[in-house]
Each structure stands twice: as C-alpha cells, then as structure tokens.
C-alpha cells in the first residue's frame, strides 16, 4: 500500500516568504509526527498530532512555526517569514497509533527547504 | 531532560568485519529504544527496537540489547555486507514522562566496501 508521502520534495524560498509543508499519512494511522534534519544534525522533534489534536507543541522552534491537521488525515507545517536558519529537511512520520515501543513510525522521503 | 548520544562517524568497513555503533542515552523514566537505518536515496525506517530492560532486539543480522545499568543500546552485526551501507539512528521514546516525542541521536554514516 501507499506510505507516507510529503510535498513538495524540495522547496526553495527566499527569506520572509512563508511556505507550506504538506504531509499525507499512511491511511487509518491516527498519530502523525513532524521533524526537523538539519545538516550535520539528528533528527529534531518539531510536533505530533493524535488525531487533528497536537498535545506537544514544545518542539516547535518559535512562533513562526505552526502546524495543522485536518480530518485527522492531512498535516501542513507553516513556517512564516522564513529565514536561513530553518533550510533543513522536514520529515514526517506516521504511525498507528501514539508510538512509544507499540507502534512502529513510517516516515515519509521529506521535503528539502532551502531558504536564500 | 532525555537525550540520545552515538558515536560520530564515518565508519568505514570492509566486507564481513564486525560492528559496533555505540549509542547510550538519558532518560528520567522507562524508555522505549529503536535503531533506525537510512538507506541512500530512502526515508528512515526501523531497524529494530527493545521496549524494556534487557530485551535484545535484532533485525537483519543486526542486533541491539537494552542495557539499563550502562543506559546503553548498541547496535552489532556480526558481518557487515555492502548494502549495509547507510546512515544508522538510535533514538528513544519515554512515554513515561508524559509525551510520545522521539529524541534522536545525530546518525552515524556506515560505509563498508567491498
């Protein structure tokens, strides 16, 4: 069956603008999760929904950055007036249901945000 | 707060040589432990995990035992083959503290010619 996919693949901005990423998750999975792969760095934990519900959002790295889900199927992250710092690689992931050793993650290939 | 520590890469092998990732981690609860590979060109996907202490978890060859005393996971794979090669993660997930986030370590970049 389909995974987890992501759009766009690669996306280039140039500082200020915001951009939309989108995520679509395996089908009937109810935990949803966004990262963050900077270069050099591991993954950051940027935000996870259960159901259209997002508990956490301790990761987000400041205002500028939002995140939504809708018909607990679709995700978009927000990030207004991007600046340099954010190009990285946005990961998303599902799963079953809230992971934590029950339910395995199925990430997604990523979008590559390159801010200039 | 939890955090996850491996070793730096790359690590650079030949065929059928011996591995070891070291990865040891902090946690205030009971966490959860997963190895995830990153095959070029691929998007993670796990590798193998151990939801309590002691547990061995394997996969592939690939095998990694919860050790609570040394709050270590160490991934091993007796003989490594080519298209072993790509980035490994370890991470945990402590459910016990009250969220369901993964923290995960900076990756290690395995190379192994042949």
């Known amino acids: 069956g389909a995974g987890v996919s992501q759009s766009p693949s690669n996306k280039v901005t140039e500082k200020g603008k915001d951009v939309e990423l989108r995520c679509d998750p395996i089908?009937?999975?109810?935990?949803l999760y966004w990262y963050r792969q900077s270069l050099g760095q591991g993954l950051e934990f940027l935000i996870y929904f259960q159901g259209n519900s997002a508990p956490d959002k301790s990761g987000l790295p400041s205002d500028r950055f939002s995140a939504e889900r809708t018909g607990g199927s679709v995700s978009t992250l927000t990030i207004q007036r991007t600046q340099q710092e954010d190009s990285a690689v946005y990961l998303c992931a599902s799963s079953l249901g809230l992971a934590g050793g029950s339910y395995e993650q199925y990430f997604g290939p990523g979008t590559r945000l390159t801010v200039t | 707060g939890n955090s996850v520590t491996q070793m730096e890469g790359p690590v650079t092998l030949s065929e059928e040589a011996f591995l070891t990732i070291n990865c040891t981690y902090t946690?205030?609860?009971?966490?959860?432990l997963f190895w995830y590979v990153q095959y070029p060109g691929e998007g993670l996907q796990l590798l193998l995990k151990?939801?309590?202490?002691?547990d061995k978890g394997s996969n592939k060859g690939f095998e990694a035992t919860y050790r609570k005393e040394t709050t270590s996971f160490h991934l091993e794979k007796g003989s490594v083959q080519v298209s072993d090669s790509a980035v490994y993660f370890c991470a945990l997930s402590d459910i016990t503290s009250g969220t369901y986030k993964y923290i995960f370590g900076t990756g290690t970049r395995l190379k192994v010619l042949a």
């Open positions: 151990a939801t309590k202490a002691d």
């Open positions: 946690a205030t609860g009971y966490p959860s």
């Open positions: 089908s009937g999975h109810t935990a």
